[in-house]
């Protein structure tokens, strides 16, 4: 029986909520993280420098209804948006999807909020969804994002060289990470005792 296609929805934990992205978020979501050209370094748009630039980059999320399932991050003891994440690049057939599109205000850097949101998305994935392959990617300079990724449990698989162009021209060579069904048990584990440390 194929996987089910993911489709909004609101997943709740103890330090953040992960909610279905709508235009009113983008105000919040501006004060976290727009203007901040180290948090938009390595996304594949320009740093939006005002509201509407980043309601514009929202908007266009929220239209690419067949490619995206995006929500945004609710910090839960501000009850802020201190940023977004998304499903994507699914096939229920073939029972994979991947996280991918992410971006956290700096405030959320080294705290809860990317595990718990990851370890949200990864129960629904797997757990409600049925899916047996999840993906990451990002770029291979952006060792940050790397890094966080390995700590999830994903394995990295290789590199895709010259993959994608940058805003600014350049190229970026795109490193890929997965994790299986089979090994989403000891990486939930691992998830649910580094929560708990602290």
């Given at each position: 029986?194929?996987?089910?296609?993911?489709?909004?929805?609101?997943?709740t934990?103890r330090?953040?909520r992960?909610?279905?992205l709508?235009?009113?978020?983008?105000?919040?979501?501006?004060?976290a993280?727009?203007?901040?050209?180290?948090?938009?370094?390595?996304?594949?748009v320009?740093?939006?420098?005002?509201?509407?630039?980043l309601?514009?980059?929202?908007?266009?999320?929220?239209?690419?209804?067949?490619?995206?399932?995006?929500?945004?991050?609710?910090d839960?003891?501000s009850?802020?948006?201190?940023?977004?994440t998304?499903?994507?690049?699914?096939?229920?057939?073939?029972?994979?999807?991947?996280?991918?599109?992410?971006?956290?205000?700096?405030?959320a850097?080294?705290?809860a909020?990317?595990t718990?949101?990851?370890?949200?998305?990864?129960?629904?994935?797997?757990?409600?969804?049925?899916?047996?392959?999840?993906?990451?990617?990002?770029?291979?300079?952006?060792?940050?994002?790397?890094?966080?990724?390995?700590?999830?449990?994903?394995?990295?698989e290789?590199?895709?060289?010259?993959?994608?162009?940058?805003?600014?021209g350049?190229?970026?060579?795109?490193v890929?990470?997965?994790?299986?069904?089979?090994?989403?048990?000891?990486?939930?584990?691992?998830?649910?005792?580094r929560?708990?440390?602290?």
């Open positions: 029986m194929p996987a089910k296609t993911p489709s909004p929805i609101t997943l934990g330090h953040v992960l909610e279905p709508t235009l009113d978020h983008v105000p919040e979501l501006f004060a993280g727009g203007d901040d050209d180290e948090v938009w370094r390595w996304l594949g320009w740093t939006p420098r005002t509201e509407d630039e309601r514009a980059v929202a908007a266009g999320l929220l239209a690419a209804t067949d490619s995206y399932v995006p929500f945004a991050v609710i839960l003891a009850g802020r948006a201190v940023g977004w998304t499903l994507m690049d699914w096939d229920a057939r073939d029972e994979r999807l991947e996280i991918g599109w992410t971006w956290y205000g700096r405030s850097w080294r705290t909020v990317n718990e949101s990851k370890l949200l998305l990864l129960t629904h994935a797997f757990e409600d969804l049925g899916i047996g392959r999840v993906q990451w990617k990002t770029d291979h300079l952006n060792l940050r994002s790397q890094n966080a990724i390995a700590r999830l449990g994903a394995q990295p290789g590199v895709h060289r010259r993959h994608r162009v940058r805003p600014d350049s190229w970026r060579d795109t890929y990470f997965s994790m299986l069904a089979d090994e989403w048990p000891t990486a939930r584990a691992r998830l649910t005792a929560l708990a440390e602290g």
